[in-house]
Structure formats: structure tokens, C-alpha cells
């Protein structure tokens, strides 16, 4: 079946200015989560949905990070303002979740997002 | 505030070898997860490991997971170029679903 999809792949921006980052997750996954990873580093958590809510969002750096995920499947990662050290891969996952399961992650392909 | 380490950082082992790569966290978890990353791509689920004591295979790859020392292994044996990658530990913060990841272990291996 398909996979985790994310566009765009790449995502060239200029400071300051506002960027949409998408998330198709595996279709029937509740949990999605939303990683940023700078090269050389493991992923670091930003935001984790269950359905529609967002029930951790402790990753998020500051304000200008902000995400979304209305009807409980695709989610929008938003980041206003961009700064350069916002540069990085944006990894989306998403899984099924249950007390005591796997919870095993699928991880999309990525946006690598650069800031100039 | 729970830290994963991994070491070591970086791994360059002739084919046919074996070696091991560990995973440290600092706080108590339940679970444990191993991924791999090629260059430019994504991460690929290896191994979940639930319960101490637990031991997972997969051709030249085992892991396990003793909860009471904090500690995972990763042993290759008998490494393949094949196996080349960047793997990464992740451990979820105790009674969440925030996982935190280690900062990897850059695996060549040399013909």
C-alpha cells in the first residue's frame, strides 16, 4: 500500500517570508508526528497528533512553528517568518497507536526546506 | 529530561566483521526502536523491542534491549558494504508519545 508521502520535496525560500509544509500519512494511522532534522543530527521531535488534536506540541521551537491536521488525516506543518536556522529536513510520520503496540513509525520521504 | 546516546558515532569495519553500536538513555523507558537512514533518504523502521530481555533478528542484524541498565545493542555480524548507513536509536519519553532520537551512528563498511 502507499506510503507516507510529503511535498513539496524541496522548498526554497527567502527569509522572513511564510512556508506550507504537507503530510500524507498511511491511510487508518491516527498518530502522526513531525520531525526536523539538520545534517548530521537524529530527528528531533516537533509535534505529535492523535486524530485531530495536536497531543504534544512541546518540540515546536516558538511561535512561529504552528501545525495542523483538521479532519484527522493529512497534516500541514506551518512556519511563519522563516529564519535561516530554520533550514533542515522536515520528516513526517505517521502510525497506528494503541496501549502496549508497536506504535511502529513509517516515516515519509521529506521536505528539505532551505532558508536564504 | 530524557537524553539518548549513542556510540559510537562513527564505524568504519572490513566486510565480514562483526561489531556492536549502543544505545544509552537516561530516564526509564519500556521500549526501544532502531532505525536506518541511507544518505539523502528517509528512515527505515529495523527493529521494536517492548519488554527487557527482548532480542530481535534480521539477517546479519540483532538487536536487544536490557530496561534496567537503560541500554540497547546493535550487533552486525559478519557486515556486508550492503549495510552502510547511518542507524539511529529512539526512545519514547516516558508515558508519551514524544520520541527522542539518538545522534546516530555512521556505519561504512570496506570491501
Known amino acids: 500500500g502507499a506510503g507516507v508521502s510529503q511535498t513539496p520535496s524541496n522548498k526554497v525560500t527567502e527569509k522572513g517570508k511564510y512556508v506550507e509544509l504537507r503530510c500524507d500519512p498511511i491511510?487508518?494511522?491516527?498518530?502522526l508526528y513531525w520531525y526536523r532534522q539538520s545534517l548530521g543530527q537524529g530527528p528531533e521531535f516537533l509535534i505529535y497528533?492523535?486524530?485531530?488534536?495536536?497531543?504534544?506540541d512541546s518540540g515546536l521551537p516558538n511561535d512561529r512553528f504552528f501545525a495542523v491536521r483538521p479532519e484527522g488525516s493529512v497534516s500541514t506543518l506551518k512556519i511563519q517568518r522563516t529564519e535561516r536556522g530554520d533550514s533542515a529536513v522536515y520528516l513526517c510520520?505517521?502510525?497506528?497507536?494503541?496501549?502496549?503496540?508497536?506504535?511502529?513509525?513509517?516515516f515519509g520521504p521529506g521536505t528539505r526546506l532551505t532558508v536564504l | 529530561e530524557l537524553k539518548v546516546e549513542q556510540n559510537p558515532l562513527f564505524l568504519s569495519m572490513q566486510e565480514g566483521k562483526n561489531y556492536t553500536i549502543y544505545c544509552n538513555y537516561s530516564?526509564?523507558?519500556?521500549?526501544l526502536y532502531w532505525y536506518r537512514q541511507d544518505p539523502g533518504k528517509s528512515l527505515e523502521s529495523l527493529f521494536v523491542?517492548?519488554?527487557?530481555?527482548a532480542v530481535k533478528q534480521e539477517g546479519r542484524l540483532m538487536a536487544s534491549l536490557d530496561t534496567k541498565a537503560r541500554l540497547s545493542t546493535l550487533h552486525i555480524t559478519a557486515a556486508v558494504h550492503d549495510l552502510s548507513a547511518t542507524y539511529f536509536c529512539?526512545?519514547?519519553?516516558?508515558?508519551?508519545?514524544?520520541?527522542?532520537f539518538g545522534t546516530g551512528t555512521r556505519l561504512k563498511v570496506l570491501a
Open positions: 510520520a505517521s502510525s497506528l497507536t494503541w496501549p502496549g503496540g508497536y506504535n511502529e513509525q513509517f
Open positions: 491511510s487508518g494511522h491516527t498518530a
Open positions: 497528533f492523535q486524530g485531530t488534536g495536536a497531543a504534544d
Open positions: 530516564t526509564t523507558s519500556d521500549r
Open positions: 523491542l517492548l519488554s527487557n530481555g
Open positions: 529512539a526512545v519514547p519519553t516516558s508515558g508519551t508519545y514524544k520520541y527522542i
